[in-house]
DNA sequence: CAAATAGTGTCTATAAGACATTATTGG
DNA sequence: CCAATAATGTCTTATAGACACTATTTG
């Protein structure tokens, strides 16, 4: 029996500048080698307990990152998707604040929004779009956006990320019935978001019960108004 | 690099005398010969061209069954799950009408019920845990559960299959709402379920236009009544 | 015609959305 | 005081569930 190539990939997701933008890495080997691609490697069985830990070490030594979120999104395999045979990329997805990447300060890290991309090495545009799909669809019914968000974030500013997301407009009054239904979320007591020419908006942080196992709820966040 | 043993294992599910049971085969080899399992095995470079591929394949052999329903569950790897060193399984499910299982009349094959479950080797039992819960939640927004029915099947059978998959009772009247509004269905002329001293139920069948893309939907089954 | 369950009509309860009003800031 | 938007109250609409009633069969 020939042997498989096992490598596992991240799609890296953050928000900037209102649109959500996923994080390539230029390929320092062949194949590929100066492509920009997702960051990805093989699976070291003397250094990697599992699958999982070998995408958040990747994910580390690719980009300087740990993200908080690292979740296994789906397995691509085949004859055909990778020049050098026969392979496996198990994926992850993680979500992250758009300043956890910028202060990682790599200059062979870029982050491109999910809309302009165009072809990548690899099968990696059909992993970004199954990422996008899962997150989107998660969205929908849970509290993942949080991840996007920094420690501290108003509730205008969640309703945004949820709208970006899912690219539609949220009813105001639902949504924040949903968040305070979900109780995942804890106002910042006194600190509030002021510079602006109006009512200043309440700072909100995850409840420190949450702070690590975030993720699914009862029902949905629908669209509207 | 030392290489990974790549595999793929399938979580085949059935409803049998109103319980949902699973295919377990027993093992023809070490490790672990002798013992009951989830029918898996090698992917073949040469003959697989992709994972998916493969567990219809190692389904077929094992089992000499045909799903038409066959999804990607998850990738379970690490360095102890296999004795044999490094592996990685990655996971399909189907789902299958029992009739189909018995027709097979295979002497290495049995149906457990999932509670009856007790220990299974590598991680099997933790990978039909993970069917398990992706079955349940997939059959509340969807009409993945049709795929364990016969080819005609009358609604009030359908409803008990959801009732026994999500392990609670559905609203008469709010599930087949909701089986009209999915538009799936339609009643097979003429055919209705005769023999019991009662109103004969008519019988349906999926739409020939869905016959090979079922699975999701809009809004949600919910419990109740 | 009695028992049983299929199938449907309809009222009630719950959840989501629309809209309006008040609150609080900077300029 | 005006413009802007945060925050909230409340009415309307949509969806789900409860319950009852009718339909059709066997024995």
Redesign the pocket.
């Known amino acids: 029996m020939e042997s498989v190539i096992c490598t596992v990939d991240v799609v890296l997701l953050t928000l900037r500048a209102g649109s959500l933008q996923v994080a390539l890495y230029m390929r320092d080997k062949a194949p590929f080698q100066g492509a920009w691609a997702l960051p990805g490697g093989y699976v070291h069985v003397e250094a990697d307990e599992d699958a999982e830990q070998a995408a958040a070490r990747v994910l580390h030594e690719k980009t300087g990152i740990v993200s908080p979120y690292l979740e296994q999104l789906a397995t691509f395999s085949g004859r055909a998707r990778d020049p050098r045979g026969w392979s496996v990329s198990i994926s992850y997805y993680a979500l992250v604040p758009v300043k956890v990447i910028e202060q990682a300060e790599r200059s062979d890290l870029k982050l491109v929004g999910v809309e302009q991309l165009k072809s990548l090495p690899f099968d990696h545009l059909q992993i970004i779009h199954a990422a996008l799909e899962r997150v989107r669809s998660k969205s929908t019914y849970s509290s993942l956006p949080v991840y996007l968000c920094n420690e501290q974030f108003?509730?205008?500013q969640l309703q945004t990320v949820y709208e970006t997301l899912l690219n539609e407009p949220?009813?105001?009054?639902?949504f924040?019935?949903?968040m305070d239904?979900l109780g995942i979320l804890e106002p910042v007591i006194g600190a509030?978001?002021?510079?602006?020419?109006?009512?200043?908006?309440?700072y909100y942080r995850v409840k420190a019960q949450f702070r690590h196992t975030l993720s699914q709820s009862g029902?949905?966040?629908?669209?509207?108004?």
């Open positions: 108003t509730l205008p949220i009813n105001k009054v639902s924040r019935r949903k239904e509030v978001e002021t510079g602006k020419a109006n009512r200043p908006a309440q029902r949905g966040l629908n669209p509207g108004s």
